[in-house]
């Protein structure tokens, strides 16, 4: 039953998604979604937000224009990208910050894709998760973390200016 309940929740999510990336999107969706790796003892996974949405609040923070599309040096960006993360995404992992890297992003259709990969941590009972991301441009932003822990997936959305989530893998 469990099961169920979440392959439709991940559908309509998904759905939702897929139909915001093909308009102009009236709403303001970012998606986190991480995955417990238990042989490398470390989360990872990646953030989704809109491009023009991350481009908007990456100039507000920052002054000036940060191009996200046409990205002429990539090693500055990502240095960028990082530090507005860290500014606006925090983790712990049974109640102990977990500091992690930006490994990568891509632009995937309108959304730009960043890559994350945590510190090695003990397999995850409880995750908390303080995420701000776009909060500071978009008052109408809703942030959806999913988390999977030893093939156990939950997930939470967050509407500004909620920026709390809260998992319990005590299963596992």
Avoid at 110 to 121: C, P, R
């Amino acid at each position: 039953m469990k099961n169920k309940k979440y392959i439709v929740k991940a559908i309509l999510i998904l759905t939702a998604f897929i139909f915001l990336c093909g308009f102009k999107h009236p709403f303001y969706l970012g998606v986190i979604d991480l995955k417990y790796n238990d042989k490398e003892k470390s989360l990872q996974g990646s953030v989704k937000l809109f491009t023009n949405d991350l481009e908007g609040a990456l100039k507000k923070a920052h002054n000036h224009t940060v191009d996200l599309i046409n990205v002429e040096n990539k090693e500055s960006v990502t240095i960028i990208l990082y530090n507005y993360l860290k500014k606006h995404f925090e983790l712990k992992v049974n109640d102990k910050k977990i500091s992690y890297k930006l490994i990568g992003f891509e632009r995937e259709e309108e959304a730009v894709l960043m890559y994350v990969e945590f510190d090695k941590s003990e397999t995850p009972k409880k995750i908390e998760v303080d995420n701000t991301l776009l909060y500071d441009h978009l008052k109408e932003q809703i942030n959806i973390v999913e988390i999977e822990v030893n093939n156990s997936k939950k997930s939470l959305k967050c509407t500004n200016p909620e920026k709390n989530s809260k998992f319990e893998f005590l299963d596992q």
